[in-house]
C-alpha cells in the first residue's frame, strides 16, 4: 500500500524553463510535506517543505503547491539549471502525536534539465 | 560543519556472515533514523531513536535486524546472518530538536551480500 506516489520516473526539461513534479497521497491524515533532492552516490538532502495549514511555500526558485483536497503537491522550479538534474523525492509525515519523525517517501522523480 | 558520517560507505559480504553499519549524527541532532533504499521497495524507514530511545521500529524487517544507539553520537545497524535479498543502500539521516521531519541523510552504506 503506498501512501506517496509519484507517477512519473522521469522529466525532462529544458534549461530555463519550468520544471514541475507531482506527487499524490492517501492518507488524510499527513499534515507536513517535504521535498528532497539526491545526486548519484549521496544521501537526500532537504529542499522545501509545507504544512498542511498553507497551499504554497516559495523558497527562491523553488515553490511547493499543496492541494489538500485532491490531496496532491507539487514542486515547481523555475527557472530549472542543469544543477537541478538529480532524484526528487516527496515525503509526507505525520507531525503530532509521537509520529513526527515518521516519514513516507515516494518512489522518486528523476529530473534532467538540458543545456 | 560535519554532516552525518556513515562507515564504511561500500561493505560485501557472503551470506551468513554479520555486518554492522555505523552512524555518527549530526552535533546537537536528537533524532537519529535508518533507512534502506531498493530498486523494488524505494526509501523506506527501518527504525528511528529519539534521545538514544527507539521510538519506532516498525520497519525493521525481521529479527535478523537489530539497531543500537548507545550514546548521542554513535548508532550501529546490524544484521545477522546477512542475506542476499539485503543487499541495498543503507541511509542514516538525523534531524535537530522539535524538528524531526527536517532530516539530514549521510552519504549511505551500499551493501552486497553474495
Known amino acids: 500500500d503506498q501512501q506517496v506516489k509519484q507517477n512519473s520516473p522521469s522529466l525532462s526539461v529544458q534549461e530555463g524553463r519550468i520544471s514541475i513534479l507531482n506527487c499524490d497521497y492517501t492518507?488524510?491524515?499527513?499534515?507536513?510535506f517535504l521535498w528532497y533532492k539526491k545526486y548519484p552516490a549521496e544521501g537526500p538532502t532537504f529542499l522545501i517543505s509545507?504544512?498542511?495549514?498553507?497551499d504554497k511555500n516559495e523558497d527562491g526558485r523553488f515553490t511547493v503547491f499543496l492541494n489538500k483536497s485532491a490531496k496532491h503537491l507539487s514542486l515547481h522550479i523555475v527557472p530549472s539549471q542543469p544543477g537541478d538534474s538529480a532524484v526528487y523525492f516527496c515525503?509526507?509525515?505525520?507531525?503530532?502525536?509521537?509520529?513526527?519523525?515518521?516519514?513516507?517517501f515516494g518512489q522518486g522523480t528523476e529530473l534532467s534539465v538540458k543545456p | 560543519d560535519a554532516g552525518v558520517i556513515q562507515s564504511p560507505r561500500h561493505e560485501v559480504t557472503e551470506m551468513g556472515q554479520e555486518v554492522t553499519l555505523r552512524c555518527k549524527p549530526i552535533?546537537?541532532?536528537?533524532?537519529l533514523f535508518w533507512y534502506r533504499q531498493t530498486m523494488m521497495r524505494g526509501l523506506e524507514l527501518l527504525i528511528y531513536?529519539?534521545?538514544?530511545?527507539?521510538?519506532?521500529d516498525s520497519g525493521m524487517p525481521e529479527d535478523r535486524f537489530s539497531a543500537k544507539m548507545p550514546n548521542a553520537s554513535f548508532s550501529t545497524l546490524k544484521i545477522q546472518p546477512s542475506e542476499p535479498r539485503d543487499s541495498a543502500v543503507y541511509f542514516c539521516?538525523?534531524?535537530?530538536?522539535?524538528?524531526?521531519?527536517?532530516?539530514?541523510f549521510g552519504p549511505g552504506t551500499r551493501l552486497t551480500v553474495t
Open positions: 539521516a538525523s534531524s535537530p530538536p522539535r524538528r524531526p521531519y527536517e532530516q539530514y
Open positions: 492518507n488524510s491524515m499527513f499534515d507536513y
Open positions: 509545507i504544512s498542511s495549514i498553507k
Open positions: 515525503a509526507a509525515s505525520v507531525r503530532f502525536y509521537n509520529q513526527g519523525g515518521k516519514l513516507i
Open positions: 552535533s546537537g541532532h536528537d533524532y
Open positions: 531513536f529519539n534521545n538514544n530511545v527507539p521510538i519506532d
